[in-house]
């Protein structure tokens, strides 16, 4: 103890990264578990989508409330303003990815859709001027090609290859989402910004769902328990420290978790829905998850050497 003591002294970001690590294996475990909940709701992708982030909106408000109402939230801002867009986004990520897990299985929609940080790098380099590292551009190439291996027939089998595209549609969304947190979280509370996101989203949904004339409410209790574990395990157990770790890493850091998130998944899918995952299938999912891996090194790399040049001079 007085060796870690002594050590997180002498380079205080340890307390920081232990943090990090910690979220990590939490966000793991309530992602893993999201794409489970989805298909055993036997629920609409919208309605899973909207009592996902609307209950989640309801917890962390009542927190809210409960540690001091409102005070601390101002009128309408530039902030608040990208949190509802950032909302949109998140609105848009939970339909595409949820309606994919309808049309193929658990591990070839997870794996796509955690091809955000790739995405996310490329974001990176457009908004923060963020130079990529040859090794970069390559697990980018690696990582499309094998979302697009997973759309043939050697692979899919008799699913539809339209979840496959639904899936990276939900990719698309998912790191918008998570680059306008990034930007947004460098000035504005967890609270701030999580609160407006998850509540437009829900408006969003709710929009969506009565211009297309889903059903939201008539479902059993069972499909009940799935949207409430959704919005308290994935949501605010898992979305929610991602949003934390925003202001403090890079988003295709923070999000890196997201790689161990298929294989998580795929796991539950086998043991709970009696999924199986064939040879064709896991080859896949190891080339598209290895350059997703191979752009997340990279930028883990960069940061500590920035980190190492920062702390000696």
């Known amino acids: 103890m007085n060796l870690l003591n002594t050590l997180t002294k002498k380079a205080p970001w340890l307390n920081q990264y232990a943090t990090m690590y910690i979220g990590w294996v939490i966000v793991f475990l309530s992602f893993s578990s999201a794409s489970i909940l989805v298909v055993l709701s036997n629920a609409t992708a919208v309605s899973c989508a909207f009592w996902r982030v609307f209950l989640a909106s309801l917890m962390l408000w009542s927190a809210r409330l409960l540690r001091g109402g409102v005070r601390g939230f101002s009128a309408l801002n530039s902030a608040t303003a990208y949190s509802i867009l950032a909302g949109l986004f ?25 091809t955000y940080p790739l995405l996310s790098v ?9 130079k990529l590292h040859p090794l970069q551009i390559v697990g980018l190439a690696v990582g ?15 699913y539809d290859s339209y979840g496959v595209l639904l899936s990276f549609g939900g990719a698309i969304a998912a790191a918008c989402y998570f680059s306008l947190g ?13 609160l407006p996101a998850y509540t437009s ?27 409430i574990l959704l919005a308290l ?28 998130e298929p294989i998580g998944a795929a796991i539950l899918a086998y043991f709970i829905l ?5 040879l064709s299938k896991a080859l896949v ?29």
């Open 122 to 130: 490329l974001i990176d380099r457009m908004v923060f001027k963020e």
């Open 90 to 114: 998140l609105a848009v990520h939970f339909l595409l990815w949820m309606e994919s897990l309808f049309l193929v299985p658990v591990a070839v929609s997870t794996t796509v859709v955690v």
């Open 201 to 227: 989203a829900s408006v969003f949904l709710l929009l969506y769902a009565l211009v297309s004339g889903e059903e939201l409410i008539n479902y059993p209790l069972q499909a009940y328990l799935c949207f």
């Open 285 to 313: 999912m190891t080339i598209t998850l290895s350059s997703v891996a191979a752009v997340i090194i990279q930028e883990a790399r960069s940061k500590s050497e920035l980190a190492y040049q920062g702390g000696s001079s």
């Open 274 to 278: 009696d999924q199986q995952l064939d």
């Open 182 to 194: 990034r930007s947004i979280r460098k000035g504005t509370s967890l609270t701030g910004y999580t």
């Open 144 to 158: 499309f090609i094998g979302v697009l291996l997973f759309m043939q027939p050697w692979v899919l089998g008799t």
């Open 233 to 260: 395990i994935p949501m605010v157990g898992g979305h929610t420290l991602v949003n934390y770790m925003l202001r403090y890493v890079k988003t295709s850091v923070a999000t890196s978790i997201a790689l161990a």
